[in-house]
């Protein structure tokens, strides 16, 4: 059974940073990633990292956030720097099976970005 224990969430004032992470267990994952949902928004993606380090980013988080994999341990990391109001959502930790490519999502964590 797969399990995915977020964490990381929180308020922050903008142009501060968090690092949000998520510990997968219970198989092997191609691709680990973060998605996020805004209120009336729907989910988008945020940054993913497939099993040879290779990463996809929004086009409005580049050269602000950083995703990272520690394979051993199977947890995906995101560092998010100088954050704005607009990011305050909930995010999602996102994995998906090697070989049949069924996809998780996590529960969410709450990131406010506000003054």
């Known amino acids: 059974q797969v399990q995915l224990v977020e964490s990381g969430g929180g308020s922050v004032q903008p142009g501060e940073s968090l690092r949000l992470s998520c510990k997968a267990s219970?198989?092997?994952?191609?691709?680990m990633g973060w998605y996020r949902q805004a209120p009336t928004k729907q989910r988008e993606l945020v940054a993913t990292i497939d099993t040879d380090s290779t990463t996809d980013y929004a086009d409005a988080v580049k050269g602000r956030f950083t995703i990272s994999r520690d394979r051993a341990k199977n947890t995906v990391l995101l560092q998010m720097n100088s954050l704005k109001p607009e990011e305050t959502a909930v995010y999602y930790c996102?994995?998906?099976?090697?070989?049949?490519?069924?996809?998780?999502w996590g529960q969410g964590t709450l990131v406010t970005v506000s003054s």
């Open positions: 219970g198989n092997i994952f191609s691709v």
């Open positions: 996102y994995v998906r099976r090697i070989i049949t490519e069924i996809e998780h």
